[in-house]
């Protein structure tokens, strides 16, 4: 993460985009991109700033596991 103040838009579950590529060893840029090509975990926009839900990225890391096992 940056070194500026990460923004949690009101709610513990809600990741901001760099928390949540922290959390999955990712970059930015990749869940950018991945959001593009319609992949990677959900996300929703408040104003100009992208959030995860918590549960949601679980789910996805999951499924990860699965779908390569």
């Known amino acids: 993460m940056k070194d500026r103040e990460v923004k949690r ?6 990741m901001p985009s760099e928390e ?4 999955i ?3 930015e840029k990749s869940l950018q ?5 319609g ?6 926009r408040i104003g ?14 999951e499924r990860q596991f699965i779908a390569t096992a």
């Open 9 to 14: 838009a009101g709610h513990p579950d809600l």
């Open 33 to 37: 991109r991945w959001a593009r090509e």
């Open 39 to 44: 992949r990677g975990p959900r996300r929703v």
């Open 20 to 23: 949540t590529a922290g959390e």
């Open 48 to 61: 100009n700033r992208a959030y995860y839900w918590r549960p949601d990225v679980q789910a996805w890391l």
């Open 25 to 27: 060893g990712v970059t």
